[in-house]
C-alpha cells in the first residue's frame, strides 16, 4: 500500500496550507491521498470559507493573516482554491465528518459538494489510516 490519511483538524489558514501542500506532495509522489474534514477544519469546506480562517499564531487582528497572504502571492504560492483543486484533479479524496456536521449544525447543502468524496464517520477514517504508511493530525 503506498497511502497517505491526514485528518484536517483544525480550520486555521496555514494550518489548511499544511494539509493540502502535503497531500499534493504525496499525491504528485504517486501515493493514494485522504483528507479528512472534522470539527473547525470541517468549517473551511463550508460555502465561500476555504479562503477565510485566521492563522494559528500572530493573527495580530487579521493583520498576520493579511501578510501572509501577500508573501504568499510574492512568492506565487497556489491559493487555497488552486491547491483544492489540485488535490481532487490529482485524484485525492475528501471526506466529511458527518458526525461533526450533526455536532455543529451544518447540513450538506452548507458544504461545498464539489470538494467532497464522501460523507463519512470515523469508521471510514479509520479504515483508511490502517491502510495508510503515513498518517497525520493537523
Not at 23 to 51: C, H, I, P, Q
Not at 100 to 109: H, P, V
Amino acid at each position: 500500500m503506498n497511502k497517505a490519511t491526514i485528518v484536517v483538524h483544525s480550520g486555521d489558514l496555514d494550518k489548511v496550507y499544511s494539509a493540502l501542500i502535503i497531500g499534493n506532495g504525496a499525491l504528485a509522489m504517486g501515493m493514494d491521498v485522504s483528507l479528512y474534514f472534522t470539527f473547525w477544519g470541517l468549517m473551511r469546506l463550508k460555502k465561500g470559507e476555504l479562503e477565510t480562517g485566521s492563522l494559528s499564531r500572530m493573527n495580530f487582528l487579521g493583520l498576520g493573516r493579511w501578510m501572509v497572504k501577500r508573501k504568499m502571492r510574492q512568492a506565487n504560492v497556489r491559493t487555497l482554491e488552486g491547491l483544492m483543486q489540485d488535490f481532487i484533479d490529482l485524484g485525492g479524496k475528501v471526506f466529511a465528518c458527518d458526525m461533526t456536521m450533526e455536532i455543529m449544525g451544518i447540513r450538506k447543502e452548507d458544504l461545498r459538494q464539489d470538494l467532497i468524496s464522501e460523507y463519512c464517520a470515523v469508521g471510514t477514517y479509520v479504515k483508511e489510516a490502517r491502510e495508510s504508511e503515513i498518517t497525520l493530525f493537523i
